[in-house]
Every structure is written in structure tokens, then in C-alpha cells.
Antibody
Framework: EVQLVDSGGGLVQPGGSLRLSCAASGFTFSSYAMSWVRQAPGKGLEWVSTFGNSGTYYADSVKGRFTVSRDNSKNTLFLQMNILRAEDTAVYFC????????????WGQGTQVTVSS | QTVVTQEPSFSVSPGGTVTLTCGLNSGSVSTNYYPSWYQQTPGQAPRTLIYSTNTRSSGVPDRFSGSILGNKAALIITGAQVDDESDYYCVLYLGNGISVFGGGTKVTVL
């Protein structure tokens, strides 16, 4: 059974940093692209980043501030978030991204990130 | 900037049919964008419904179907049930690792 467990969220001041983790199990982690998707309070879902076979990709809203990485030996995906802003406040979900046709087939439960002074 | 458009809300009667659409501000949606659809209830993670335009994910009831209608992707709920009251999001894959979510449609069943 595929499982994704998100962790690492919390309260951080504007300008601060936070690192999220997503522990994966039930599939060959190294063979799949993995993504982060977020949802601000009362808002819709927003794609944030993908670590794919060909590289890493970011939404314009986080480019230059967020870095996605993975440790295939530990089946874990990370999101390093720097220079955090109030508008980064959201629940962050990791998602397994299937190969072509490029959709998100499994989701973590989400971890809350709050940026506030 | 690429914007994926969805209707903000829809209301449907139990047993009725509703068609949600997913458009693109820069042109037409085709199968080349690999449209996918997700259902989300408050406080929960999204659930994958449809991928590759019209393929139902495992365990998804056949009252959910997907297609291309005109220049948009569509999610059709036929015989809506009270449990279908949720937010629905489409996603288009733009290539080069980039996916874009639509703004979501809130479906009310009453």
C-alpha cells in the first residue's frame, strides 16, 4: 500500500526558514517524480514544485526561495523553504506523480506551515 | 502567465447531472495537456478521480467521467449523490515538469 507521510510544518516568522519532509513507502520511490502542492487558508490547490527524472521544477511564486530535494536511500522527499512570507502560509501536501500521463496519484495528509510574527 | 479556469460553484439536485469545465486562458485544452481531476472535502487531502482526460482512478465510481468538450476539459457527474458535495480541481500538465491547478469548483448537492 502506498503511503506518504508529511511532516515538518510549524510556525515561523517572516523571513525565516523551514524544511518539510515526506516519508514514502509502498512503491519504488526512486522511480517516480514527486511533487509538493499547497493550499492557503480558504483557497484552492497550488502546485509548488516537482522533483522529476529530468530535474527540478518550481512555480514562479517560490522560485529562488524554495528548494526540493530527495534522499532515495531513505525514501524521503524534502522541501527547504527560505525567506518565508505571510503568503506562504498553507497546508503543504506531497504527492507522487505518475509518469506520463503526468498526474498525481497518491497524496500525503498535509502539514501546516504558518508564517507570522 | 498561464491560467486554468473553472466555474467557482455549481449546484445539482440528488440524482442530477452536472458538468464541470476546465479551460485555458491562452487557448484550447486538448488531450496533450493530460487533464486530471481531483476531489477534496474540507480538511482532507485531495483524492484523484480522473487522469489522462477520461481514465477513472482505481475505486472511483462510474458516475464520474471525463472528456474534452469543445475547447475545454470536462468532468461529468451523472446521478449525483449527497456524498459528491466537495470541491473539484482540474490540473493541466504544461510540459517541462510544470503542472497548473484550476481555481476549483465547489459543488453543492441539494
Amino acid at each position: 500500500e502506498v503511503q506518504l507521510v508529511d511532516s515538518g510544518g510549524g510556525l515561523v516568522q517572516p523571513g525565516g526558514s523551514l524544511r518539510l519532509s515526506c516519508a514514502a513507502s509502498g512503491f519504488t520511490f526512486s522511480s517516480y517524480a514527486m511533487s509538493w502542492v499547497r493550499q492557503a487558508p480558504g483557497k484552492g490547490l497550488e502546485w509548488v514544485s516537482t522533483f522529476g527524472n529530468s530535474g527540478t521544477y518550481y512555480a514562479d511564486s517560490v522560485k529562488g526561495r524554495f528548494t526540493v530535494s530527495r534522499d532515495n536511500s531513505k525514501n524521503t522527499l524534502f522541501l527547504q523553504m527560505n525567506i518565508l512570507r505571510a503568503e506562504d502560509t498553507a497546508v503543504y501536501f506531497c504527492a507522487k506523480r505518475e509518469r506520463q500521463p503526468y498526474y498525481f496519484d497518491y497524496w500525503g495528509q498535509g502539514t501546516q506551515v504558518t508564517v507570522s510574527s | 502567465q498561464t491560467v486554468v479556469t473553472q466555474e467557482p460553484s455549481f449546484s445539482v439536485s440528488p440524482g442530477g447531472t452536472v458538468t464541470l469545465t476546465c479551460g485555458l486562458n491562452s487557448g484550447s485544452v486538448s488531450t496533450n495537456y493530460y487533464p486530471s481531476w481531483y476531489q477534496q472535502t474540507p480538511g482532507q487531502a485531495p483524492r484523484t478521480l480522473i487522469y489522462s482526460t477520461n481514465t477513472r482512478s482505481s475505486g472511483v465510481p462510474d458516475r464520474f467521467s471525463g472528456s474534452i468538450l469543445g475547447n475545454k476539459a470536462a468532468l461529468i457527474i451523472t446521478g449525483a449523490q449527497v456524498d459528491d458535495e466537495s470541491d473539484y480541481y482540474c490540473v493541466l500538465y504544461l510540459g517541462n515538469g510544470i503542472s497548473v491547478f484550476g481555481g476549483g469548483t465547489k459543488v453543492t448537492v441539494l
